[in-house]
Protein backbone atom coordinates (compact mmCIF):
# COMPACT_ATOMS: atom_id res chain seq x y z
CA UNK A 1 0.00 0.00 0.00
CA UNK A 2 1.24 3.36 -0.57
CA UNK A 3 2.04 5.96 2.35
CA UNK A 4 -1.21 7.42 3.99
CA UNK A 5 -1.10 10.78 5.30
CA UNK A 6 -3.10 11.76 8.36
CA UNK A 7 -4.21 15.40 9.14
CA UNK A 8 -5.98 16.54 11.75
CA UNK A 9 -5.23 17.09 15.89
CA UNK A 10 -1.65 16.66 17.55
CA UNK A 11 -0.76 17.20 20.59
CA UNK A 12 2.48 19.22 21.44
CA UNK A 13 4.09 18.45 24.75
CA UNK A 14 5.91 21.60 24.01
CA UNK A 15 3.17 24.20 23.58
CA UNK A 16 1.14 21.91 25.92
CA UNK A 17 -1.73 22.58 23.41
CA UNK A 18 -3.65 21.00 19.78
CA UNK A 19 -2.12 21.55 16.75
CA UNK A 20 -3.54 21.09 13.62
CA UNK A 21 -1.22 19.04 11.60
CA UNK A 22 -0.11 17.00 8.75
CA UNK A 23 1.98 13.57 8.56
CA UNK A 24 2.95 10.35 7.57
CA UNK A 25 1.45 7.19 8.73
CA UNK A 26 3.52 4.98 9.63
CA UNK A 27 2.64 1.16 11.25
CA UNK A 28 5.04 -0.58 13.67
CA UNK A 29 5.62 -3.65 14.16
CA UNK A 30 2.69 -4.78 15.92
CA UNK A 31 0.45 -3.31 13.34
CA UNK A 32 -0.15 0.10 15.46
CA UNK A 33 -0.46 2.78 12.77
CA UNK A 34 0.99 5.97 14.35
CA UNK A 35 0.84 9.23 12.58
CA UNK A 36 3.98 11.66 13.05
CA UNK A 37 4.17 15.42 11.92
CA UNK A 38 5.66 18.58 13.14
CA UNK A 39 4.50 21.30 15.56
CA UNK A 40 3.40 24.24 12.54
CA UNK A 41 4.22 26.62 15.84
CA UNK A 42 7.43 25.47 17.41
CA UNK A 43 8.90 22.77 15.03
CA UNK A 44 8.27 20.15 17.53
CA UNK A 45 7.87 16.64 16.54
CA UNK A 46 4.27 14.94 16.94
CA UNK A 47 3.07 11.97 17.13
CA UNK A 48 -0.20 10.42 17.67
CA UNK A 49 -1.21 7.21 17.88
CA UNK A 50 -4.55 5.95 15.28
CA UNK A 51 -7.22 3.88 15.91
CA UNK A 52 -7.32 0.48 13.61
CA UNK A 53 -9.56 1.41 10.84
CA UNK A 54 -13.02 0.64 11.13
ZN1 LIG B 1 4.45 23.07 19.55
Given at each position: ??????SGEFY??????KREA??????????????????????????R??????
Amino acid sequence: MADQTYSGEFYCVKCKAKREAEGAIEVNAKGTRIAKAKCPVCGTNLTRFLPKAA
